[in-house]
């Protein structure tokens, strides 16, 4: 359980963090989603203990992160891949988190065979690693110490496909057992096939917010027409909410009521689908393109 | 679903100890491990190789080449120390400014988010290698001495007065823990090395060229005020400015990294 409240950061007049407040579930993985320079790492920093807060708090299993007597013992923790000593074999830097948080040495071993590391590539140092290795490794790390919480920042950047769909099934099972899991992407299709929850983050604030199947089903229905102001304007006749644009129009209702509403105004409709992944997208990216260039309050929308 | 999770390890499907009950991480393992940190990597390897091998070689010089006079255990616990003396301080470096150079403090500050605790670590690790290596210096001079006596053939001579060995301790101690200090208030390992290096230095130089600098430097300039902790001949005066001239190298650095350490955000 990951409890986040207005937590800010603030650099000078710059906001990276701004007063977000949101909740990851035991039980689910949550989704968090936003472009590079949203403030996903640097909330996780704070999340973590390792940023000091502007202002708001944040609680993991109901403590501060920094008053946790042996944090990885409750929660795992990878934030940057990459930033493992080069000079260090990979099991050597397992061997110092298992010395330190003081679980048993066997775990390395575990640990390894779990992200899919053999015994050989162990012993190399880790500067001889792939970026997709250094994600393994850092997934190895932060499960060192059995923890009931994940905290993973991008840990599917320099995976390849069957890596992420390796690390699905991972964070899915972890979850299932009732594990909570919070991942930070700014790669939408990474995030889709791996939460159930999702918090979208851009400019800093929250742009919405709730599961995974209310965020997809919110997207509608997705046509295209010969003409769809005509169609768009059917639609609100029927009092169906529309977005749009030159490519089509984005219609929250299923698609019979689209048809109807084309038979009616005989429009012609050249494409008519539920919108299923490429509506979170098209959200996603107008959502974010939105907040990029409305400097005022975010149209927030909180379908949770 | 592949059992991705070993359910008889994992504490996810077991009983899990309350968090209040959870006892935190003993200071001693930190020690432990930040020992083992400072040794572990290539660099820290090499640095300990290059330590050995300078020792070993000036021992083997003296051994063949040295006067018969200079054939005594304490000549050759001198040369075999001086060599750590000068290196030591880089392992100390370099074990404060990876943290932050290699960024490996993203994971060390967040096993143990309590920094203070991971700073005094640091430096009892940093104290206890340099006991170590100082142990393997004596041995080292120990077995010269024996090889001088057998094979150069001169007279046993194993004086070695109790003040000139606290004097070696006192002092690796006060190198590395200058080292450290300059590690943390600096924080990139480079700067830090040429900074520890170059501004005793500097002083020094000036010091020779200013008679006002001169007398202030009897205070300040620690290469100065170890000198006699080396040669075994302190005097309450020389306690007196050892302790105000390392005030000045590591007092001043340490706290400033003490400051930045505790403080700064992990990136």
Redesign the interface.
Known sequence: MIAVENLTKRYGTFTAVDAITFEARPGSVTGFLGPNGAGKSTAM?MM?????PTSGRSTI???P??S???????VG?M??A???????TGR?VLH??G????VPKA?VE?ALQ?VGLTDEESKR?VRNYSLGMRQRLGLA?ALMG?P?VLVLDEPANGLDPQGIHWMR??L???A????TVLLSSHLLHEVQIIADDLVMIGRGRIVAQGSKADLLGAAGTRANSVDNAVLAAALRARGVEVAGDRTGVIAKTDAENVGRAALEAGVVLTELRTSGAEGLEEMFLALTAADARDSGPAAAKDAA | MTAVLDPTTSHLTHERTAIEQTPGIPFARLVRVELRKMVDTRAGRWMLIVMSAVSLLVVLVNLIWGDRESLNFSSFVALTTFPLIVLLPIVGIMAATAEWSQRTGLVTFTLEPRRVRVLLAKNLAGIILGLVVIAAAFAAAALATLIAITVRDVPADWSMTWQSVIGILVGMTIYVIQGLAFGFALLITPLAIVASILLPTIWSIASSISARLDTAGAWLDLNRTVEPLFSGTMSGENWAQLGTSSLAWIGIPMAIGAWRVLTREVK
């Open positions: 920093r973590t203990g390792l940023t000091p299993l109901g403590h992160y920094a946790l007597p042996n944090p990885a013992r409750h923790v934030l940057d990459t930033a493992q000593h080069p000079g260090r050597e110092l988190i010395m330190q948080i003081g775990r575990g779990l140092r790390g059995d009931q099934q991972l899915r099972a972890y299932d057992q009732g594990g």
